[in-house]
């Protein structure tokens, strides 16, 4: 058995794969469906604080993602797109894809975007139909404050599409309070849950900028609006896959239920960030540590391939590279969901460590010692949000 260990996708709980194998119903033409299918949609937006809509789709991350793009973007359309990482920059090759007209504004990939600076550009630069920015930039560990950005775009008359596929329910949100107009979530990340569902909150106006578009939505998959009226008519625009949904109603459950989530994230995240600054390695980001991922350099003298190999075969752990700009430069630890607890971590960073002795790289302290010496002296100084 190979203990997940990664930023996505993550453990997945006993009680979730069971609700996975249950009997299951025609989701198209029973109605007890498309209760259930509305409950859980209401309860994911209840613990994302919003009223507005929520969908669940069928399809990874990516296509909730893809279908904000797909179903906001008009030809000709000027759109920001917030570049602080490598999915920040992805989501312009959503807004080409269909026609849109993407405007990069770029900020160091080692820090979370500049609030002020971002502030100062948008005096000048504000002709934009939406905005899209990533909350927990995965792959470099960089976490956004989308409670500052969104108020401001949204002040411009900017409509925003936040990627949070990798930090819901790790890091709270407030969609409302917030005013982001579509937040993107997936079932693999901290929901753990097996990989294959998206899901959306979308604000009423930009729904009605959807319904008002002048040309039609070049999409049928990935078309929102195809969603807007499943309820009233007890339709969807395909059938859905109602066993995944069974189990993202249990995995929702699971994080309901579970009251120190956020504390929970933030005092592992802390503490293992601790312990690779006390072994000697470096982390990639200088600031805005997302609470669900570490991001550890690899050092020049070493392999990235080797790291991971020894790790998996060794020790039956498995943890993350790097892809695109960072591909053999960095390692990832997922410590988000169910990953998330102190002994699987404290395991991955014993491992980690004894890894680095074998390929002649002793650290200068022990990974799991300083994580726990860490968590001994962590102060909580942190309230739930759930
Ligand atoms: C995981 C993730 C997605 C989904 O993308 P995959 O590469 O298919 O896993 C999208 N955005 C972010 C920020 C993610 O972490």
Redesign the pocket.
Known sequence: MIKLMT??PTQVRENVRLSRSMETTNPDLDVDFYNDYHALCKQIGDMLHTKNLVYIMSG???LG?EASCASITEPGDKVLVLDNGI?GKGFGDFVSIYGGIPVYYSDSYEHEINVERLASFLESHHDFKYATL?????PSGVLNEIDKICPLLHNYGIMTVV?A??SMFGEPIDVDKSKIDIL?G?S??VISAP?GLTFLTVSKSTLHCMENRTTPIASFYANILNFKDYYKKKWFPYTMPISDIYGLQTAIENIKKDKKIYQRHKKIASCVRNAVISSGLELYIKSGYSSTVTVIKVPDVLNCCDILTILKEKYHILIAGGFDILENKVIRIGHMGENCNIDDVAETLDALSRTFELLHYPLEKNLKTSFITSLESYEESYVDTL
């Open positions: 930023p996505g990874e991350g990516i993602l999915f990533v909350h927990c930039d995965t990627d596929v990798s993107c997936a693999q990340k990989p």
